[in-house]
């Protein structure tokens, strides 16, 4: 690493980090393990209070300190790189090709066009289990680059020219700040899937629950999407420390949902609804990819192999049905009554 720092930097890493004692050793040893990049690392703590600081006293990384939350880490970190290239990377994030990054900046590098952002193709590390058709499905749309499809734990590499066009991590959004910069790189730019790996901890999940944190993702990449920031207020605990997940509760959100939209007029309340719907309706393409990742699931197909079958007419002939007035409309109505009914139940059976 010393060697590395002396050189010219090629590469910075930015990884935030708060209470991340248990994963930070085979985090570093893995990052050691990168060939032909000369890069820094910069860790930005949010607070630690468990061993993490000392662990890190010792390991020649750039560690500075910010305000908690991972876009204020982000920001702070990117304010100190000196890289042309940056790599905004979670602390479960783990690489098995050592040209990884290498290869990964000489694939953007080809093009011109500074506007190319990168992100990996995602793995889920289950400790040895078979993968399930869950985490398989939300492999295979991750390596989709669709919209609201990337996030943080694909890595984000990208030309600091180009982070500079899109602008800071927002700051005021508990979470989602990852996805809401990878939509805004969008509108400037594009994404490109990268040659490697990377793997991440199904670890969150496996606490909270994959089907619960995936709902309570997607309403909340909904209400980003719509400009509703009044749950986010609302609802600080999102997203929890690592050390306080549990199994995830959503009947206390699905309630404060019903609040909220309770103490709006009848007009703004339906505006909401009809907005949510027409999210809900331009998301519809994925009924037709899970239908093909399931066939290609239980074919045994890598998840570089999901056959278009079901999406390659499904998706034209809904879109013609649905995108008018009448689809949203219908949409919308569709979601409210789902919403009841989804509520109803988790009060039913959500764990106390």
Not at 196 to 216: D, H, K, M, N, Y
Not at 335 to 347: E, V
């Amino acid at each position: 690493m010393e060697e590395k720092m002396a050189q010219v930097v090629e590469l910075s890493v930015i990884v935030p980090v708060l209470n991340e004692a248990a994963e930070l050793p085979t985090f570093l040893a893995d990052l050691r393990r990168q060939r032909q990049v000369t890069y820094e690392l910069i860790i930005v703590d949010g607070g630690s209070t468990d061993a993490t600081l000392g662990l890190l006293q010792s390991e020649q990384v750039q560690l500075i300190s910010a305000p908690r939350g991972r876009g204020h880490q982000l920001n702070a970190g990117a304010a100190k790189a000196r890289g042309d290239w940056l790599l905004f990377l979670h602390v479960d994030s783990r690489f098995d090709d050592p040209l990884a990054w290498r290869n990964g900046m000489d694939c953007l590098a080809r093009s011109s066009n500074r506007r190319i952002a990168g992100h990996f193709s995602l793995n889920f590390w289950t400790g040895g289990q078979r993968k399930s058709q869950g985490y398989d499905f939300y492999q295979r749309k991750a390596r989709s680059s669709k919209p609201e499809t990337i996030h943080g734990d694909q890595g984000f590499l990208l030309h600091r020219t180009l982070k500079q066009q899109v602008g800071d991590f927002r700051t005021d959004l508990p979470v989602m700040e990852d996805t809401d910069f990878a939509e805004r790189l969008r509108a400037v730019g594009q994404w490109q899937l990268l040659p490697a790996v990377i793997t991440t901890s199904i670890r969150r999940f496996a606490a909270e629950g994959l089907w619960q944190r995936q709902l309570l993702g997607a309403l909340m990449m909904c209400f980003r999407h719509i400009g509703w920031y009044e749950f986010f207020d609302r609802a600080p605990a999102v997203y929890r420390l690592q050390t306080d997940t549990e199994c995830l509760r959503l009947a206390p959100f699905f309630d404060l949902i019903a609040q909220l939209l309770a103490t709006r007029p009848v007009g703004e309340r339906w505006k909401l609804w009809l907005a949510s719907g027409s999210y809900v309706r331009r998301h519809g393409w994925q009924l037709f990819f899970a239908a093909d990742c399931r066939r290609a699931f239980r074919q045994g197909r890598s998840t570089r192999d999901t056959p278009e079958v079901w999406q390659f007419w499904g998706v034209p002939i809904y879109d013609w049905l649905t995108d008018n007035l009448l689809g949203r409309v219908l949409a919308a109505l569709t979601l409210r009554l789902w919403f009841a009914a989804m509520r109803s139940w988790l009060h039913r059976n959500d764990p106390a």
